[in-house]
């Protein structure tokens, strides 16, 4: 089992930055990739951007150059640093471990993007 307890949501206006944070716990050793995804109301949860236990990263192409993706291995903490945010940004923003066989979640951390 891995436990993900997501943090830093909140308002801020356009142009402005967030950090969210992702502890995790747990059976640490079967995590392959960790991820960010976001719901808005009425759809489909969307990936934001990946990171493989190699590093290797990747981003939507609606977040490039403006969300950075990272991990601090001795602390078991996972960030999306968000910058020149929009208010198209605004969603539920949710942690995702993908195990061998199995995607684990976190509750979810809303971030909204207004003047």
């Known amino acids: 089992q891995v436990q993900l307890v997501e943090s830093g949501g909140g308002s801020v206006q356009p142009g402005g930055s967030l950090r969210l944070s992702c502890a995790v716990s747990?059976?640490?050793?079967?995590?392959?990739?960790m991820g960010w995804y976001r719901q808005t109301p009425g759809k489909q949860r969307d990936l934001v951007t990946t990171?493989?236990?190699?590093?290797?990263?990747n981003y939507a192409d609606s977040v490039k150059g403006r969300f950075t993706i990272s991990r601090d291995n001795a602390k078991n903490t996972v960030y999306l640093q968000m910058n020149n945010l929009k208010p198209e940004d605004t969603a539920v923003y949710y942690c995702?471990?993908?195990?061998?066989?199995?995607?684990?979640w976190g509750q979810g951390t809303q971030v909204t993007v207004s003047s």
């Open positions: 995702a471990a993908q195990g061998v066989s199995y995607t684990y």
């Open positions: 747990g059976t640490i050793f079967i995590i392959r990739a």
């Open positions: 990171i493989t236990t190699s590093g290797t990263t």
